[in-house]
């Protein structure tokens, strides 16, 4: 399951407030952006490796199993 809060926090510390902040970092299509702040998709592998360049998010820390309640 894809945390989406984990990738949102990371981004506002690095000064990107908006989804068109994080496509510019990231070079990726607003749309792209949009959907990762929201959690509609989770992110591809070449898009984990940039999240991780950039933000400083492991692939693990993105990216964890959904835990039943």
Known sequence: MYDRTEFVTAAQQKGDRTPPDTARRLKVAPNTAWR??????????????????HYGI???QLLRRKVAA
């Open 36 to 53: 990762l702040w929201h959690g509609r998709t989770a992110p591809s592998a070449g898009l984990i490796a940039a999240v991780q360049e």
């Open 58 to 60: 492991t692939p693990a």
